[in-house]
């Protein structure tokens, strides 16, 4: 969706580890809107697009790997698996278990999974798939905010050696338009933030 005329462009880099078991635990990273944002004064953002792009800096130009899981040695068996889930949302969870499209305030999700299959001399099996849960478009109104969006992050079974034990980074673009918060605004809000 092309930029508007009252849009802003919003970016930010966060760093995230993954440590020697190729997890990252829960993570957040603060996506700060206090120019934009004000209950006192009426000021809020709706967020009409939210993108995200790992990165992988030891990498020669910066890539995140295709490949989240090593290969496993000829002659050996079983099933190795990967994950990843980024999401942005105005509440922080505990549990990225309890992290989801029907979650109260999160705007979108975005999840890679890889599975190895490896099967003795046959070789290995790889499946991948990458997923916007929710969409990244909330275009044309937008999903109105009053406070900071937080940006959340968790990783396991990412036993690639490009990734294992190293720092990586989440870069975060959003568009969104400043706008006058009223109080039909906030009552929708708090009607969102509610469980269904």
């Known amino acids: 969706m ?13 760093q995230f580890d993954i440590d020697a078991t190729g997890a990252t635990a829960l993570v957040y990273g603060r996506i700060d809107l206090s120019d934009y944002v004000s209950i ?26 295709a490949l989240l899981i090593d290969p496993i040695a000829p002659g050996s068996t079983g099933l190795e698996t990967a994950n990843v889930k980024v999401f942005a949302t105005t ?21 890679q999974s890889q599975t190895g299959i490896f099967q003795n001399t046959a070789g290995q099996s790889l499946i991948r798939l990458d997923d916007w ?9 937008g999903y109105d905010v009053v406070t900071d969006l937080l940006i959340g992050i968790a990783c396991s079974g990412l036993t690639s050696t490009a990734l294992f034990s190293n720092t990586c980074e989440l870069d975060v ?13 906030l009552t929708q809000m708090l ?5 269904l």
């Open 173 to 185: 673009m959003i568009i969104a338009e400043p706008k006058k918060i009223t109080q039909k605004d």
């Open 191 to 195: 009607t969102q933030a509610q469980d």
């Open 91 to 111: 509440t922080a969870y505990e549990l990225v278990t309890d992290v989801g499209t029907a979650s109260p305030n999160v705007l979108c999700v975005y999840t």
């Open 2 to 14: 092309a930029k508007g005329a009252n849009d802003v462009i919003l970016r930010d880099r966060l």
């Open 40 to 65: 006192v004064e009426n000021k809020g953002l709706a967020i009409k697009e939210v993108r995200f792009m790992l990165r992988d800096p030891n990498s020669t130009v910066g890539n995140w790997p």
């Open 133 to 141: 849960y929710g969409t990244p478009d909330l275009h044309p109104e």
